[in-house]
């Protein structure tokens, strides 16, 4: 597509609930980023993949938080049993390559409320 | 860690004028780049800047990067409404991790 997609772009569950969100990357591009930004934060770097592998998961804030990618596209960030803290913002980006090199390009995000 | 630091959470300028935003690091960037956020939406690409002394200008943007590649400045001139949002510098945050700043907020008064 012309660029990153995000879907949905606002989810409002109540706590306990699990979510799924979903982005589409640019075609073509091989890396691709979760971020979470919650009021008054700056963005939290959580996860990214290099193709359909994430070497470094440390960046999910709890084991009630997973994403996986598969066929070097669509990538989806689940949260399971969501909390009250998990409201925010998560932004998807994808890049053509991982580096300094490759500027990543953002979707729009999805705007999660846990009641 | 890398960590980088804009100290300017808020910025309101009157329109016409010029202004800057700062970013600072407390390592030595490999690279930094700029970001644009409007509400409600997703960062936009401005610039990216790797070498110590390094300038780029996009229409009334300039960004610079110093010598001893630990801070970046963000300049506007002559200052419009469009140029209102969040702008945020990112960098190599190390372990693989891209890392942005807290983002300044630019309001433009008529």
Redesign the interface.
């Given at each position: 597509g012309a660029g990153?997609s995000q879907s949905p772009s606002n989810k409002v569950t109540e706590k306990g609930k699990d979510v799924e969100l979903r982005c589409d990357p640019i075609s073509g591009h091989t890396a691709l980023?979760w971020?979470r930004q919650s009021l008054g934060?700056?963005?939290e770097?959580l996860i990214?993949f290099q193709g359909n592998s994430a070497?470094?998961k440390s960046?999910l804030p709890s084991d009630r938080f997973s994403a996986e990618r598969t066929g070097g596209s669509v990538s989806t960030l689940t949260i399971q049993r969501t909390q009250q803290e998990d409201s925010a913002v998560y932004?998807c980006?994808s890049s053509l390559e991982?580096g300094?090199?490759s500027?990543?390009?953002?979707?729009?995000?999805t705007?999660l409320t846990v009641t | 860690s890398q960590e980088l630091e804009q100290s300017l959470q808020s910025l309101i300028v009157q329109e016409g004028k010029n202004l800057t935003i700062n970013c600072t690091s407390s390592k030595t960037l490999y690279g930094l780049y700029w970001y644009k956020q409007k509400y409600g939406e997703g960062l936009i690409f401005l610039m990216m800047l790797q070498k110590g002394g390094e300038e780029k200008s996009h229409e009334k943007i300039t960004a610079k990067l110093d010598e001893k590649k630990q801070q970046s400045s963000l300049h506007i001139t002559a200052s419009q409404p469009s140029h209102a949002g969040i702008y945020l510098c990112g960098a190599d945050g190390g372990a693989q991790k891209l890392v942005f700043g807290q983002g300044t907020r630019l309001t433009i008064n008529p």
């Open positions: 990153v980023y971020y934060q700056g963005l770097f990214y070497p470094d960046g932004l980006a991982w300094i090199n500027p990543l390009h953002f979707g729009n995000g705007r | -």
